[in-house]
């Protein structure tokens, strides 16, 4: 156990010279800076596809007794999926996720050699475009591939998969959620998108695409949320509204508790981050701004010193507070456009 630690340790510390990140116990003085998808280079592109690509092919590390969890990309959705309502329409959505979205770029970094920074995927440009089905983050070859499509197989979980992309069914077969989230047993499945409009099916039973609801996450949308005042309301809209409707319009993978399933996960995830963080403009009054609920009975108040549930996907539980600046305590990066 000492000589694994140290080699854990002495690994970290390469990676963290590596990437040059600032972190907890020095001062933010250059923030690592998240860009728009369409703002990176090729090589840019590549690289984060390699690395998401890799921690979905590295074995567990958590989760001993859980069958299901088998790879290091299971051990964080099995997470999200089991605290479920404990982490969404309560208090801490907004600072939880940015614990887990920070997680998942640190592990990207010291397990998989990535040597970028988080991106993030500004979907109100597709929806003021209104033409999300098409936007470039749903490339074959530059990004994330695209919608399901009918294999013709007569297998369970492996009828509609997503055949193109890094992630293709070829690439990624998933142990959990889809499409039997509810059912005991085997979840075995293709990797899956299942693009809708919100307005049922055609006369071939396929799924309208339509707009794919462009209405509640275009730019007027998130100027709404901008406008609040308070954080509750602030954060119970993004979080009701455009959070939601993309995972409910991409679907498939996006759509239940297992959503980290789905790679563009991290990049939604990342934008409603942004949103936090604009919202916020690193005004002292906003930063420690927290209230609501830490249960959806509404039964408990939340206090900014809240410890926020994580199971065993970190050694120590994080601190609401901590997570509020996104240039302070753990936390050193901003976003290209705020
Ligand atoms: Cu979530």
Known sequence: MVSRSIITSLSLAAAAA?????????????????????????NEKAEYLRAAVCLRKLPKEKYADIDAVTTRMDDLVYTHFTLNTEIHFVANFLPWHRWYVQLHEDLLRTECGFTGTQPYWDWSIDADAKDMPNSPLFDPVTAFGGNGKNTGSDEPGF??????GPFANTNLTLGMGWPNLNDPGNRLHCFTRAFNGGEGNDENGDLIIGDMQAGAYNSKVMDTI???????????????LPHAQIHSVIFGDMGPATSPNEPLFFLHHGNIDRAWAKWQGRNATRLA?????QDRNKAIHASINDPMPILELADTEPIVKDY???????LCYTYSSM
């Open 18 to 42: 590596a990437s040059a990140l600032p972190r907890a116990g020095s001062a933010c003085t250059s923030p690592a800076v998240r860009k728009e998808w369409r703002e990176l280079t090729s």
């Open 159 to 164: 009828q509609r998969c997503v055949v193109d």
């Open 226 to 240: 901008y406008a609040f005042e308070k954080f509750s309301e602030m954060a119970n809209m993004l979080e009701g």
């Open 289 to 293: 701004d927290y209230t609501g609920f």
């Open 324 to 330: 509020m600046d996104i240039q302070a305590g753990p």
